[in-house]
């Protein structure tokens, strides 16, 4: 399945493209979750993971009427990362019997060493609260390790274009390595260790991350933190290391959640959307959680454009 969606990527002829949705492929990635006796259920109020399936044409997308050029280029974060994708899904077989279930406080700080200079610009902590696995899913463990890696300033500015999509697939092709190589060197040690779907997995990754203090989410749905702001991608390893250092655990408050009463003045998204899809206010989910942009709207345009990216430009 994943090499499907590349083969339509880079073998696609605008209109005679017969797409593979990105949907499909997450589920099929998430059917490992089947090989396990017992999950961690989501809660009876949790969303269903939104859809990425756009309402255009293949003719229309922009990913699908690629040049020559831009897919050789693609071709070399793509490839990877659809790689590492199907090999981080193929660690969820059910079988891992763990042998130790907390860590050493020297442990965390090595782990966190190795994740820096693999490229990650934040780490934290949480235990997932059931509200935020989506419907129909489950967790192989009941604690987190989230992170981001940022994403050049520059080509994120041209936005939407060629050059801000490629930046944001490179960024998907550092997290898919990054939490393999993590998720292996926990397994090592004795742990659980699940890898998160990059491109989008089985729980909220933002709101994860805000939970876990990396920052806080704004108007535009993005999470906004104290370095690249939103100029980041998110991603998690399920783990059952009981004693991770959560914001709980070491009973701290998130210090970055100024950023609401700063989004309720800012507003610089709602503004520069194109097609005004940030909603003038969020609204709550019922989740815990708060839905900000109309997704049908933002999807489409988003599908045709490149990815659009115009929430990270107002950020910057």
Request: proline fraction near 6%.
């Amino acid at each position: 399945m994943f090499g499907q969606i590349l083969r339509n990527v880079f073998l696609g002829r605008g209109k005679k493209q017969t797409t593979v949705s990105l949907d499909t492929v997450l589920d099929s990635a998430d059917d490992h979750l089947k090989t396990f006796d017992m999950l961690i259920q989501p809660a009876p109020q949790s969303k269903p993971r939104t859809s990425f399936n756009p309402d255009i044409p293949p003719s229309e997308m922009s990913m699908m009427n690629l040049t020559v050029r831009q897919k050789l280029k693609l071709a070399t974060k793509a490839v990877p990362l659809m790689y590492n994708m199907k090999k981080g899904s193929q660690m969820y077989d059910g079988k891992r019997r763990a042998t130790r279930h907390e860590a050493t406080a020297e442990f965390i700080a090595d782990l966190e060493q190795r994740a820096y200079q693999m490229g990650v610009e934040s780490i934290g902590y949480v235990k997932v609260p059931s509200y935020a696995i989506f419907q129909d899913k489950g967790l192989p463990c009941a604690y987190a390790i989230v992170f981001t890696v940022e994403m050049e300033k520059e080509p994120i500015e041209t936005a939407p274009s060629f050059e801000c999509q490629f930046e944001v697939v490179k960024g998907y092709k550092n997290m898919a390595a990054i939490s393999k190589k993590l998720a292996q060197h926990l397994r090592r040690h004795g742990y659980d260790a699940y890898p998160g779907t990059a491109l989008g997995g089985i729980t909220d990754y933002p709101h994860l991350a805000e939970l876990a203090g990396l920052g806080a989410i704004g108007y535009h749905g993005l999470l906004i933190g104290p370095g690249a702001g939103a100029r980041v991608r998110i991603n998690t390893i399920y783990t059952n290391i009981s004693n991770l250092p959560t914001l709980e655990a070491q009973e701290r408050e998130n210090e970055h959640l100024w950023v609401r009463d700063f989004c309720a003045m800012c507003r610089k998204c709602i503004r520069k959307c194109p097609v005004e899809a940030i909603y003038d206010e969020p609204r709550p989910r019922g989740d815990g959680g708060m839905q900000t942009i109309e997704h049908a709207t933002c999807r489409d345009y988003f599908a045709a454009n490149f990815g659009c990216g115009g929430c990270w430009r107002s950020a910057l």
